[in-house]
């Protein structure tokens, strides 16, 4: 997968109560995949698999931030186009 390096102002960092160290980018990640899953531009395991995450957590995680899993027959082709993909 290719990575892309972002800055981000330390403000928004603190603001956002993210540990400033290493985790900073996986926890961004996770919430740019949860405002594309919240906005229906993409599936639940899309969403997982983009901020590489296993689903199951991914789960708990749209959870803990009040995001309903919205959850059709159009999430489930995609997911099943994903397993596929990735060889699972």
């Known amino acids: ?3 892309l390096h972002v800055e981000l ?3 928004l960092v603190t603001a956002a109560r993210l540990d400033q160290g290493n985790g900073v980018s996986q926890e ?3 919430l740019i995949a949860l405002e594309l899953f919240r906005e229906d531009k993409i599936s639940l395991g899309r969403a997982a698999e983009l ?3 296993p689903i199951e957590a991914f789960m ?3 959870g803990r931030h009040g995001v309903p899993l919205h959850y059709g027959l159009d999430d489930l ?3 099943w186009q994903t397993i596929e993909r990735l060889g699972l």
């Open 1 to 3: 997968m290719e990575t």
């Open 9 to 11: 102002p330390v403000d």
């Open 28 to 30: 961004a990640a996770k």
């Open 51 to 53: 901020c590489q995450t």
């Open 60 to 62: 708990d995680y749209v």
């Open 77 to 79: 082709h995609e997911d």
